[in-house]
C-alpha cells in the first residue's frame, strides 16, 4: 500500500483554505503536516479539514508560528515542543504516530539576521531537535522530519547560491547545525529521487514572475530514518498551489512509501 505524505508552509491557514481545501481535494494525501498555520487553538479550521476526512492535530499562536497534522487515520501519542528544560516552543514542533510511523513536524526558527539573537536561537534549535531523537527515538524506527527547516542545505537548493551565501537560511554554521541533526540518521528523501537543480519549494512574493524564472529556495523538506527512506518510492514540488491567486509563498512538497 502507498502513503502519500505532504508539507506545506501555509502562511496563514484560515487565508489559505481557498487554494489549501481544492489542492487536499485533489491530491488528497494521507499525511499533510502544515507550518506556519498564524492561528489561536480554538479558531483553527478543524471542521473544513474534517469534511474532507482529516483528523487533525495543532498548537498555534495568533498571526506567526503555528504548526498541524492531518491524517486520515486518527494520530496517537501527540506531543508538542521540547521537553528539555528550555522554551518549550510548542507551535514550532508536532509530533505524532500515525500508521505505524513517527511524524515530526517542524517549523524551524528563520533566524531573522545573523546578528540577530534569534539566529543563535536557532542553531540551538536544531541542536535541541538532534537531542530530542536521540532522546526518543533510534536511527533504526520509521521516522519522518518534515517541515519548514528554513535552511537550503546545498548550493543547488537556491537560485544564486555564491551572493546568497550567509544569508540566516544558507550559511556555514546553519549548513553545520542542519548536518549534525542529519548525521544522526536521516535522508533526504527529496534528493534521493530528484538530484537536479531548479527545484524549489519557497518563492519570494516581491520577487516578479518567481515562479515562471525559477528564482527560489529549497528549505521545505521531507526526511526520513534510513529504514523508511529505502521505502520511499516517489518524492515532487508541486507547484500548482503557489500558482494560484492568493497563494502561500511557499509550494507544497510530496513524497511516497511502500508501506
Known amino acids: 500500500m502507498t502513503l502519500r505524505v505532504a508539507t506545506y508552509n501555509v502562511n496563514s491557514v484560515r487565508a489559505r483554505l481557498p487554494v489549501l481545501l481544492p489542492w487536499l481535494e485533489r491530491v488528497h494525501p494521507h499525511i499533510v503536516c502544515l507550518q506556519e498555520t498564524k492561528v489561536e487553538d480554538p479558531s483553527f479550521p478543524v471542521q473544513a479539514f474534517r469534511e474532507l476526512g482529516y483528523h487533525a492535530v495543532f498548537r498555534g499562536a495568533k498571526a506567526y508560528n503555528g504548526v498541524a497534522i492531518l491524517s486520515t487515520s486518527k494520530p496517537t501519542r501527540v506531543a508538542f515542543g521540547f521537553d528539555d528544560g528550555g522554551p518549550a516552543d510548542e507551535a514550532r514542533l508536532a509530533a505524532a504516530s500515525i500508521r505505524g510511523l513517527r511524524i515530526v513536524n517542524t517549523y524551524v526558527p528563520q533566524g531573522r539576521s545573523v546578528d540577530d539573537p534569534m539566529f543563535r536561537y536557532k542553531l540551538e534549535w536544531l ?71 531548479d527545484q524549489y519549494t519557497f518563492f519570494d512574493y516581491r520577487v516578479r514572475d518567481a515562479v515562471a524564472r525559477s528564482v527560489g529556495w529549497r528549505v521545505d523538506h521531507v526526511w526520513a530514518t534510513e529504514p523508511l527512506a529505502a521505502r520511499s518510492t516517489a518524492a515532487w514540488i508541486d507547484l500548482e498551489p503557489r500558482k494560484t491567486e492568493g497563494s502561500s509563498d511557499h509550494a507544497p512538497l510530496l513524497a511516497e512509501f511502500e508501506t
Open 127 to 197: 541542536g535541541r531537535l538532534r537531542a530530542l531523537f536521540a532522546r526518543t527515538s533510534a536511527p533504526t524506527d520509521p521516522i519522518l522530519w518534515v517541515g519548514d527547516f528554513n535552511v537550503a542545505p546545498e548550493a543547488i537548493d537556491v537560485h544564486d547560491p555564491k551572493r546568497l551565501l550567509g544569508h540566516v537560511c544558507f550559511h556555514p554554521e546553519v549548513h553545520r547545525a542542519l548536518a549534525e541533526v542529519r548525521a544522526w540518521g536521516f535522508d533526504d528523501v527529496f534528493r534521493r529521487h530528484v538530484p537536479g537543480p
